[in-house]
C-alpha cells in the first residue's frame, strides 16, 4: 500500500515539475511572469512524456518486467510518446506555415506554442523516471 502512494506522489511531481519549469523558462524569456504559462501546451521539458515515463518506471519498480501491468503500462506509454513526438511536431510544423500566411494571427495566445521535439520528449521521459525512481527509493 505504501508503494501506491508513492507512486501517486511520484505521478503528481512528474506531472507538475515540468509545468513548473515551463513557467520559468517562459518567464525568463518574456520577461514577464504569468501564471497562465503553466498552462501551455509544448516546450520543454514534455509533461507528457514525463508522466508515462513515471508511470512505466514505477510499474517496472513495484511490479516488475514480467507483470501484465508493466506490459501494458508500457504499450500505452509508447503510444503517448509517439503522439507527443509525432503529432506535436506536426502541430508546431503547421504554426510555422500558418505564421508565414498570417503573421498577425500567430500572434494570438492559441498559436503562440510548438510541437515537441525530440530533446523535449526525451528530457521529459528522464525526467519522469528520475522523479518516480528518487520517489520510489525515498
Not at 512528474?14 to 525568463?28: D, G, H, N, R, Y
Not at 524569456?29 to 514505477?58: N, T
Not at 506536426?90 to 505564421?99: D, T
Amino acid at each position: 500500500m505504501i508503494d501506491f502512494y508513492k507512486i501517486i506522489i511520484g505521478l503528481a511531481l512528474a506531472a507538475l515539475l515540468p509545468q513548473i519549469i515551463k513557467v520559468i523558462t517562459e518567464s525568463v524569456k518574456s520577461k514577464q511572469f504569468r501564471l497562465s504559462y503553466f498552462f501551455l501546451d509544448g516546450g520543454w521539458p514534455s509533461s507528457h512524456s514525463s508522466f508515462v515515463a513515471a508511470l512505466s518506471v514505477g510499474m517496472i519498480i513495484t511490479q516488475g518486467l514480467t507483470s501484465m501491468f508493466t506490459l501494458i503500462t508500457l504499450a500505452l506509454s509508447s503510444i503517448v510518446i509517439r503522439d507527443a513526438c509525432g503529432i506535436r511536431l506536426e502541430v508546431g510544423k503547421q504554426k510555422k506555415i500558418l505564421e508565414k500566411l498570417d503573421p498577425e494571427d500567430a500572434k494570438k495566445a492559441h498559436l503562440k506554442r510548438e510541437g515537441h521535439t525530440m530533446l523535449q520528449i526525451f528530457s521529459g521521459i528522464l525526467s519522469g523516471a528520475i522523479i518516480m525512481y528518487l520517489t520510489l527509493i525515498l
